[in-house]
């Protein structure tokens, strides 16, 4: 044993100039105008590449993410990396990918090599990151913020439009979470110099606190919270307003937003809020529904208001192509073992059992409509009794039990107190 220490002494500092060397690289790959570089300081997260290898053959022009790295030399970074995203042109006649990177080059890669994208994780956990970052593709990030930061583990969504050899043309980011860890340097490197627009859906504070994080990039614009100097999170919404996004016009229902050549269009939904909207990106065929439909407990504000946005989403499914509605949140709650009451998950908890899935098939559009209907008709003069209802029966097969009003376990608001402390500390402190 004695004799083979000095040999793995070499091996170790052998490991650790390698490694001084790939940080190099990596540093000078990200001052590099390379497209496929974009993503580089979220790479290493292995919440990016976790999803499935491509078990079949691609499809022409579908992207792909590498799950190791191929080709590097040491001198200078002439391969592909894990993580990058490469487009697929072909496949051999052994099976195995013809691939392009961003500088046009083909490669021949084994299908175990890539992962598939434009799919979702089996589930979402950002157990040690205060977010993690899911690549839909190349140009659609989910982001879901840490359940350790806050039960309610927002997600919101970054759609890029580039000209096809990585240079940006736009930037479009929904909604931002609470704002609990800062979001900039999230951001920051995946939109560099491009124009960012930041819109939230509605005017609960766990979707627009991340707005302050972001005020300082160069080029952003906010539709919804307007960051300011005062931050008062909770009940109060400040400065608030879609108005500009609908040109202030009251009988716009909709709006279109050109994020470089990506099309998205803005639709007032109230109902869960007075100021709810929902957006609809064309490119993907998704529609970012946030709490008005989620699979989660509904809190509705306004019930005809809900029922009505209810019929108008569903007249625009019917005349535009969705694949999928996104929304803001996964479960919230769990039925008690007791009464099958739900009860909230509580703050700091980094565990939510059998989340559900985060994509809904447009079923559930419909499925929500009738619950909110059945609410309605069991109601009694004095309107519905219950301020929330959780809708996924169809999909889980837990007893359907609403949260009487108010309802709202008193851990719930000595959590959500807390997190306004720590939020208001963070910004309140002269660091950010
Ligand atoms: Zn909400
Ligand atoms: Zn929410």
């Known amino acids: 044993m004695r004799g083979s220490m000095p040999v793995v002494g070499q091996a170790l500092v052998a490991c650790v100039f390698a490694g001084a060397l790939l940080l190099l690289s990596e540093s000078l790959l990200a001052g590099e105008k390379s497209p496929l570089n974009r993503l580089r300081p979220l790479d290493s997260r292995p919440e990016l590449d976790s999803g499935q290898a491509l078990g079949r053959a691609c499809v022409p022009g579908e992207t ?46 084994s299908r175990t090599q890539v992962n598939a994208t434009r799919f979702f994780p ?84 766990d979707h627009f606190g991340g707005n302050r994080d972001l005020q300082s990039l160069p080029n952003v614009r906010f539709y919804g919270y307007q960051p300011d100097g005062r931050y008062e999170p909770f009940p109060q919404y400040p400065r608030y307003s879609v108005d ?26 109230p109902g869960h809020t007075g100021d709810s909207i929902a957006l609809y990106d064309a490119r993907e065929q998704l529609l970012f529904t946030s709490d008005t439909v989620c699979p989660c407990l509904l809190f509705i504000e306004d019930w005809s208001a809900y029922l009505q946005s209810a019929a108008l ?11 999928w509605l996104l929304g803001g949140h996964l479960e919230m709650s769990r039925p008690k073992a007791d009464n099958r009451q739900h009860e909230y998950f509580y703050f700091g908890s980094n565990s939510h059992r059998d989340e559900h ?14 619950e909110v209907k059945r609410v309605l008709a069991d109601a009694d003069d004095q309107g519905p009794r219950y301020d929330a209802r959780r809708i996924d029966k169809p999909f889980h097969d837990v007893p359907m039990v609403p949260v009487p009003f108010p309802g709202i376990p008193s851990y719930y608001r000595d959590d959500a107190n807390r997190l306004v402390d720590i939020l208001r500390q963070r910004h309140a402190s002269d660091e950010r």
């Open 64 to 109: 792909v993410v590498m799950r190791e790295n191929v080709g590097k030399d040491s001198s200078y970074w002439r391969g592909l990396h894990r993580g990058q995203f490469v487009v697929c042109t072909g496949n051999s006649r052994n099976g195995e990918l013809l691939v392009a990177d961003g500088p046009g080059r083909v490669w021949q890669l």
């Open 122 to 205: 089996a589930e979402w956990t950002a157990y040690d990151r205060d977010y993690l970052v899911w690549a839909y593709d190349r140009n659609t990030l989910i982001f879901r913020e840490s359940l350790a930061n806050s039960f309610e583990g927002n997600f919101f969504y970054l759609l890029l439009d580039d000209d096809g050899e990585g240079r940006l043309n736009g930037a479009l980011l929904i909604d931002s979470g609470t704002g609990y860890a800062n979001l900039r340097p999230y951001i920051a490197p995946l939109i560099g110099s491009s124009p960012l627009t930041v819109v939230n859906t509605h005017s609960h504070w």
């Open 244 to 269: 500009a996004l609908f040109d202030g016009e009251e009988e716009s229902v909709h709006r279109e937003l050109g994020i470089g050549k990506r099309r998205v269009t803005a639709l007032k939904i």
């Open 313 to 323: 989403l569903k007249r625009f499914v019917a005349e535009n192509p969705v694949k």
């Open 357 to 370: 899935a985060l994509q809904l098939p447009l079923s559930y559009l419909a499925l929500a409509e009738r």
